[in-house]
T-cell receptor, first 113, second 114 residues
Framework: DAMVIQNPRYQVTQFGKPVTLSCSQT?????MYWYQQKSSQAPKLLFHYYDKDFNNEADTPDNFQSRRPNTSFCFLDIRSPGLGDAAMYLCATSISGGPDTQYFGPGTRLTVL | AQSVTQLGSHVSVSEGALVLLRCNYS??????LFWYVQYPNQGLQLLLKYTTGATLVKGINGFEAEFKKSETSFHLTKPSAHMSDAAEYFC????????????FGTGTKLQVIP
């Protein structure tokens, strides 16, 4: 089945220790998104790629970076995680954005000690 | 800027009762509207969406929503709740016209009481 896969499902890191979360898709969609979702809050868009074009949200901290080496994979790098970065990180894809359905992965829950 | 407001962070209904989850939106142009569902420890899944055309939209699992421009609302309903409907539901909006990001509401947790 075509799907969006996130690894790992649970990630524990230490304060200030860089961490990378990964997302892969078999849907061959043009757009890939990274959302941060804290408990009882709405998913917050961090950035997205339209093909190779990177689009950063204005309020996304510089501490968060992303890479998309090819159509299938996208990575979220947190350079120096703080306690406030503990959250669920959701990856999603869509064909071309806007009204298109977004397909979400199961998420990676990040704990910062 | 577009936004959505979901009234009620928690809603409880009895099994077999009507489900009504409320969503109001704000958009300066005709909106695209979505309802997504999130089960525990899973990603979001699209229930239904409104883009253009018929204002009553039917989705998966027996859910439907009606776009009411005059009320700026897009409430989600289901005639008879099942235990399996217990989840968190997110309303979302996107401005029409070119690429526009989707903005999610804060979610409503639905509890179904046997």
């Amino acid at each position: 089945d075509a799907m969006v896969i996130q690894n790992p499902r649970y990630q524990v890191t230490q304060f200030g220790k860089p961490v990378t979360l990964s997302c892969s898709q078999t849907l061959n969609h043009n757009v890939m998104y990274w959302y941060q979702q804290k408990s009882s809050q709405a998913p917050k868009l961090l950035f997205h790629y339209y093909d190779k074009d990177f689009n950063n949200e204005a309020d996304t901290p510089d501490n968060f970076q992303s890479r998309r080496p090819n159509t299938s994979f996208c990575f979220l790098d947190i350079r120096s995680p703080g306690l406030g970065d503990a959250a669920m990180y959701l990856c999603a894809t869509s064909i071309s954005g806007g009204p298109d359905t977004q397909y979400f992965g199961p998420g990676t829950r990040l704990t910062v000690l | 800027a577009q936004s959505v407001t979901q009234l009620g962070s928690h809603v409880s209904v009895s099994e077999g009762a009507l489900v009504l989850l409320r969503c109001n939106y704000s958009s300066s142009v005709p909106p695209y509207l979505f309802w997504y569902v999130q089960y525990p420890n899973q990603g979001l899944q699209l229930l239904l969406k409104y883009t253009t055309g018929a204002t009553l939209v039917k989705g998966i699992n027996g859910f439907e929503a009606e776009f009411k421009k005059s009320e700026t609302s897009f409430h989600l309903t289901k005639p008879s709740a099942h235990m399996s409907d217990a989840a968190e539901y997110f309303c979302a909006v996107s401005d029409s016209g070119g690429y526009q990001k989707v903005t999610f509401g804060t979610g409503t947790k639905l509890q179904v009481i046997p």
